[in-house]
C-alpha cells in the first residue's frame, strides 16, 4: 500500500512500515510537499510555523463493501507533539481488477467514511465539522457525493443541531445518517427514481432497525421473524433532487 501512498517520500527519517512516521525537525510546515493533496493548515497555526519536534505520520483506510470496486483513502497528519497543525487526504476509487478509475486530492476538510454505489456511479465522502479557533465559527459536517460518470458534485450540509452525516449504502441507494443528541436524521438519495426521501428517527428506536433496502426501513425486535417496514413512499418526506 505505501507504493501509491502519495505521502511515502517525504524527505523525513521514517521510522514505521506499517504507518509511515515521520520524525520532523527545524523545517518550517510551508516546506513539506507531497505528489498529491492538499496541505490543510488547522486554524490558529501558520504555515511559517517551525516543526521543531514535530512528527508525521500517514495511514490508509480500504473499504471493500462493495465487490466490484475499492475506496483507498490516505491520510496524513502533522503535528507538533500531540497536538495536530496540518493534515491532507486522498482517496483512490479501484475498479475490480485494481485500476484507478476515480481521484479526490482537492480536499480541505477532514475526511471520515466514504461509501460507493452497488453500480459504481456514486461515490459519497462525509467531511466532518471543524471549527475555526479564531473565530469559533463551526464548519457543518456534510457530504461530498459525486457521479462518477459526469463529474457532477452535490454537497450535502448536515442541518443544524447534527454533527455528523455518515453516509451508507444499500444497492444504488446513498442513505445519509445525521447524527443528534438524541435523534437521527435519515435523507436517502435515489438517484434511479430522482428522489430524495427523509424521516427523523428517536436514536433510541434504531436499536430494533435491521435492515435499509430499497423499500425503506425494516425494523423488528431481537431475535423475532417479526418484522416491519417503514416504506420511503410511505412515512418518509419525500421531495425531487435537483
Do not use: W
Amino acid at each position: 500500500m505505501n507504493k501509491s501512498n502519495p505521502y511515502s517520500n517525504l524527505p523525513f527519517p521514517s521510522i514505521m512500515d506499517k504507518f509511515l512516521f515521520y520524525n520532523l525537525s527545524d523545517v518550517k510546515l510551508s516546506e513539506i510537499s507531497f505528489d498529491k493533496g492538499l496541505l490543510n493548515i488547522i486554524s490558529g497555526f501558520s504555515e511559517e510555523i517551525i516543526l521543531d519536534g514535530g512528527n508525521a505520520v500517514s495511514f490508509y483506510d480500504i473499504y471493500e463493501g462493495n465487490p466490484d470496486f475499492t475506496i483507498l483513502t490516505y491520510y496524513l497528519i502533522i503535528s507538533i507533539g500531540e497536538e495536530p497543525v496540518a493534515y491532507s487526504t486522498v482517496i483512490y476509487v479501484l475498479d475490480y481488477e485494481g485500476n484507478n478509475i476515480f481521484t479526490l486530492d482537492q480536499l480541505n476538510s477532514p475526511i471520515g467514511r466514504s461509501v460507493i454505489t452497488a453500480n459504481g456511479q456514486y461515490l459519497a465522502v462525509e467531511y466532518e465539522e471543524e471549527i475555526d479557533v479564531t473565530s469559533q465559527q463551526v464548519r457543518k459536517a456534510g457530504c461530498l457525493i459525486f457521479n462518477l460518470e459526469n463529474n457532477e458534485v452535490i454537497n450535502y450540509n448536515a442541518p443544524d443541531g447534527f454533527s455528523q452525516s455518515v453516509p451508507q449504502t444499500s444497492k444504488d441507494l446513498i442513505i445519509i445518517s445525521n447524527h443528534g443528541v438524541e435523534e437521527n436524521l435519515y435523507y436517502i438519495f435515489d438517484f434511479d427514481n430522482n428522489k430524495a426521501y427523509s424521516k427523523l428517527y428517536k436514536t433510541s428506536s434504531l436499536g430494533k432497525l435491521r435492515d435499509i433496502n430499497l423499500q425503506g426501513f425494516v425494523f423488528g425486535e431481537a431475535n423475532s421473524t417479526s418484522l416491519y417496514i417503514d416504506k420511503y413512499n410511505d412515512v418518509f418526506d419525500e421531495e425531487e433532487l435537483k
